[in-house]
């Protein structure tokens, strides 16, 4: 089946630095969402982004399908940012399951 | 819009019992998925409803695990009896079904502690 490599698994970051999320995926998608998974374990839609590269606030980003890669970006981080950012993919040609990968764990210190 | 809802939040439970999870989707929606997520890893798909019927129930742990979603709204997960490693946050999620691409919106889980 797919694989979904996340890296860094681990970034702890002070208040106000910018970062960079790699997700990268062994095939082809038609579906690529970014998750946050707050301290509760609630998980909250970033990013529904097959392709192409969206903003949302001090949020970004881009996934280039044909290479098989998403980044997301995170500006003027703020301690709120913390928590585990997931990256999940649903494989042309199966099911609609999304495939999750093991996650980054973000922590910005103040 | 009201979100994914499930209930209850949290159960502890001595291995050996059975326990059920309710959940209930976002209104319209047709696919419901329920997601197993042990400590420190990512959500795995155990079952998938399109409507009332099952479309993927391959990693489901059939011995002991069912899953139900009789008139196409809301689900239940039942596990019994429970094992220590069955300990992890059970998630409910739906999507609407127009088209290839749909997004998934995740309700706040269920936490299980199996003693």
């Known amino acids: 089946g797919i694989q979904v490599e996340q890296s860094p698994p681990d970034l702890i970051l002070q208040e106000g630095a910018n970062s960079t999320l790699r997700c990268n995926f062994s095939d082809s998608v038609n579906n690529l969402q970014w998750f946050h998974q707050n301290p509760w374990g609630q998980l909250i839609n970033l990013f529904y982004?097959?392709?192409g590269t969206k903003q949302n606030g001090r949020l970004s980003a881009t996934t280039v399908a044909t290479e098989r890669y998403s980044l997301l970006y995170i500006s003027s981080s703020q301690t709120t940012d913390s928590g585990v950012y997931f990256c999940a993919v649903r494989p042309v040609g199966g099911a609609q399951k999304l495939v999750f990968g093991q996650g980054t764990r973000l922590t910005i210190n103040p | 819009e009201a979100g994914v809802a499930q209930s209850p939040r949290y159960k502890i439970i001595e291995k050996r019992q059975s326990v059920a999870f309710w959940c209930n989707p976002i209104?319209?929606?047709?696919?419901l998925y329920w997601y197993q997520q042990i400590l420190g890893q990512g959500p795995k798909l155990l079952i998938q409803?399109?409507?009332?019927?099952?479309?993927?129930d391959s990693q489901l742990p059939k011995d002991r695990f069912s899953a139900e979603r009789l008139k196409g709204v809301d689900s239940t997960l039942k596990i019994q009896p429970a094992k220590l490693e069955d300990s992890a946050v059970y998630l409910c999620?739906?999507?609407?079904?127009?088209?290839?691409?749909?997004?998934?919106?995740f309700g706040p889980g269920t936490r299980l502690t199996v003693l």
């Open positions: 209104s319209g929606h047709a696919t």
């Open positions: 982004i097959p392709s």
């Open positions: 409803f399109q409507n009332n019927g099952v479309v993927d």
């Open positions: 999620a739906s999507s609407q079904s127009v088209g290839v691409y749909n997004e998934q919106f």
